[in-house]
């Protein structure tokens, strides 16, 4: 009679010694965008760090631990993401803007003002060079910013 206790063949996962929940688990890995809708910053910080020690890092990671550690409050963090992506090869001007946000909230006021203008002509430099004008108490300047402000939320909290 044959013994039913032990399979006859065994399954790759299980010669290496993976059980069905270590594979369910497997599966089921955390992506960062699910990190990211959820705000669990610190999540996704912890994702992209691994991935980086991984090797599986790029640009667009840089990106984001940048995005990630800014909503947390750590400048800091963001701003080396933020230089770091900028030293890529043809990096989105975009990072310019992100950056110039970290050094603006790091007072920085000088570099934030310098970086966004590197930056692309948009919604989000036209606020940030507003609250720069009003930190350097540049009415001149201030003046024509806000006159480029819209009504939406985002420029509404800044006049």
């Known amino acids: 009679m044959l013994s039913r206790a032990k399979p006859a063949v065994t399954t790759a996962a299980a010669s290496a010694g993976l059980s069905a929940s270590t594979l369910d688990k497997k599966k089921n890995a955390p992506k960062l965008d699910q990190f990211i809708i959820n705000r669990d910053y610190t999540g996704a910080i912890t994702l992209l760090e691994f991935n980086k020690a991984t090797g599986k890092y790029d640009a667009d ?4 631990l940048g995005y990630s550690a800014f909503h947390l409050g750590d400048y800091k963090k963001a701003m080396e993401a933020y230089q770091g992506f900028l030293q890529e090869a043809n990096p989105d001007p975009l990072g310019h803007l992100f950056l110039a946000c970290t050094f603006f909230f790091l007072g920085m006021y000088k570099e934030a003002d310098e970086e966004a203008q590197r930056g692309p002509t948009c919604k ?5 060079l507003f609250h720069l004008s ?3 108490n540049d009415e001149k300047r201030l003046m024509g910013y806000h006159q ?9 909290h800044g006049s």
């Open 124 to 128: 989000l430099q036209n606020r940030l």
């Open 61 to 64: 990671n840089m990106l984001w």
């Open 148 to 156: 480029n402000l819209q009504d939406v939320i985002e420029d509404q």
């Open 134 to 136: 009003h930190k350097f």
